[in-house]
């Protein structure tokens, strides 16, 4: 057998009012709690943009001070390598100037050098020169010595042979005097005859 057909039954007009009533109050509520979410939710919206105004703000702020920076940092970069560029300019040219001056000492220090050099073979052939002048003239001056010691002893040999003839002449001549003294006075009578 087939089975039986449930009929629709017929609702109740009342039924039907409590249960249009439950649903606007379950709309109501929904409605309200949409009103409540998108409340809540243009709060955080409001908040996220006044939280992202703010760090946008904070970000201008930051680009800002970072373009100052960084435009500082170039000038510094900029100034400091204007000063370093200088610097070595100054110094590369110092050292140029200390090169050259250092390159005319060392001429000069060898041109001294050879005159000092020259000056010794000069002063060294002097000394030679000298040394020779010294040697011929102490030959000279001990030949001279050994002339005068001779001329001296036979000047004074000469001297002596003749002041020992004078001698000789003047005791004859004295005993000449004294003897023609004698006979004059025994001639006079004024000596003993021995005498």
């Known amino acids: 057998m087939p089975p039986k057909k449930k009929g629709k039954g017929k609702k109740k007009k009342g039924d039907d ?3 249009m009533e439950v649903k606007f109050k379950q709309s109501q509520h929904e409605v309200d709690a949409l009103k409540d979410q998108m409340a809540y939710r243009r709060e955080l919206s409001r908040r996220s ?14 680009e800002t001070k970072y373009e100052t920076a960084q435009s500082d940092m170039k000038e510094i970069s900029s100034e400091l390598t204007k000063q370093y560029k200088t610097m ?31 000056q010794k073979i000069e002063y060294d052939r002097m000394v030679r020169e000298k040394d020779q002048e010294i040697r011929k003239l102490e ?5 001279l010595e050994t002339s005068f010691e001779n001329l001296i002893d036979i000047n004074f040999d000469n001297i002596l042979a003749r002041l020992n003839a004078q001698k000789v002449m003047m005791d004859k001549q004295i005993d000449d005097i004294l003897l023609k003294n004698k006979d004059s006075l025994r001639e006079q009578n004024l000596i003993p005859l021995e005498m």
């Not at 943009?49 to 702020?61: H, I, L, P």
Request: charged share 35%; aromatic share 6%.
């Open 88 to 118: 070595q300019l100054d110094l590369n040219f110092k050292i140029d100037q200390y090169e050259n001056e250092l390159a005319m000492v060392k001429g000069r220090l060898a041109q001294t050098d050879q005159e000092v050099a020259k």
């Open 17 to 19: 009012d409590s249960e």
């Open 139 to 143: 030959t000279k001056v001990s030949n």
């Open 49 to 62: 943009e006044a939280t992202a105004a703010e760090y946008r703000e904070k970000m201008q702020v930051a």
